[in-house]
């Protein structure tokens, strides 16, 4: 069971980025997929989630409008679209599924499964 995250980079603030969430050993479509982002002194938080049911998604309010998050049920993936890039959205981004309630998806113990993390680096 294995989630590789990829696509981060260094962009210029203003830019774009994709990153992908690639899942083996895993059914990703039977679960919840987040993207959690950690910036070095700060709390792992979470920014987009996907729930495995009914197809929403939920953003965190610092990427609303400028993040989008997406899977490819034929390719096990998920993938974060990032536009409008700012220097604050600099951190390493991890993707993560899980089966958290609701009220609890924003949570990162409640993810049991995690991908290794792939920094992405917005200058200004």
């Known amino acids: 069971v294995q989630l590789q995250a990829s696509g981060g980079g260094l962009v210029q603030a203003g830019g774009s980025l994709r990153l992908s969430c690639a899942a083996s050993g895993l059914d990703l479509q039977r679960y919840t997929a987040a993207w959690f982002r950690q910036s070095p002194g700060k709390e792992r938080e979470a920014v987009a989630i996907?729930?495995?049911?009914?197809?929403?998604?939920y953003y965190s309010d610092s990427v609303k409008g400028r993040f989008t998050v997406s899977r490819d049920s034929t390719k096990r993936t998920a993938y974060l679209q990032m536009n409008r890039l700012e220097a604050d959205d600099t951190a390493t981004y991890y993707c993560?599924?899980?089966?958290?309630?609701?009220?609890?998806?924003?949570?990162?113990?409640?993810?049991?499964?995690w991908g290794q993390g792939t920094l992405v680096t917005v200058s200004s």
């Open positions: 993560a599924a899980g089966v958290p309630i609701l009220s609890a998806q924003w949570d990162a113990q409640n993810y049991r499964v």
């Open positions: 996907s729930r495995n049911t009914g197809g929403r998604t």
